[in-house]
């Protein structure tokens, strides 16, 4: 996990994510259906498994593989219903990303 400004979209931190990301499966929703990130994915040989920004060009997808993005939203879902995270009661970026670790390992041990 990396923490970003509340401002700044997540497509600027997810070529230092998927940086060293080779041969696998990567699945996003549609903001992330950037030429550049698709080329640089299949250039590591991972097959990109997400759809087309309706504003883009279209390209394929396995809607069969799509299908396990849902696994993510509900990790989101769950950690959103610590109170801590959903108001950010933390003031320091450390602290919050400290918390984010917390909860994630608590909804893996669940």
Not at 1 to 10: I, K, N, S, Y
Not at 44 to 54: Q, W
Not at 64 to 83: A, G, P, S, V
Request: with cysteine; net charge positive.
């Amino acid at each position: 996990m990396v923490l970003t400004a509340g401002q700044t979209h997540e497509m600027r931190v997810a070529d230092d994510l998927l940086g060293d990301i080779h041969h696998a499966y990567v699945i996003a929703d549609s903001a992330y259906s950037a030429k550049a990130l698709a080329d640089a994915l299949v250039a590591r040989g991972c097959t990109v498994v997400i759809p087309s920004n309706p504003t883009h060009p279209l390209r394929g997808y396995d809607a069969h593989l799509y299908q396990d993005r849902h696994l993510m939203e509900n990790f989101f879902q769950r950690i959103k219903r610590l109170r801590r995270i959903a108001m950010r009661f933390e003031k320091l970026a450390r602290n919050f990303l400290a918390f984010l670790f917390l909860a994630a390992t608590l909804v893996w041990l669940r």
